[in-house]
């Protein structure tokens, strides 16, 4: 499964835009893939480990904006269409326990 995080974060002061970077550096840190701007996905091996894991992410959230969390089987996500433009080749994002590079 995967968990989905959606963010609108206010960047207009610079205590706003410290939130943004700390929560986004946050996301990378703990694993999380950008799907595209202010989109994050992070494979889970079980609901467990996703419940762990969301909370973790409600814990550093900015105060201020929107954050929202989605999870989603594998298989409702590999259904995920893209409509207008191309899925970058160049990041490792398998539900595999092994990967070769």
Known sequence: MRILVFFDLPVETS?????????RKFLIKSGFVMLQESV?????????????????????????????????TERQFERMECVVGCVSGNVVDSDEKFVVL
């Not at 909370?55 to 989603?72: D, S, W």
């Open 15 to 23: 205590q706003e835009r410290a939130a943004y970077r700390s929560f």
């Open 40 to 72: 994050y996905s992070k494979i889970v091996l079980n609901n467990t480990v996703g419940e762990a894991i969301k909370e973790n992410v409600r814990k550093h959230c900015a105060k201020n904006g929107l954050v929202q969390m989605l999870t989603v």
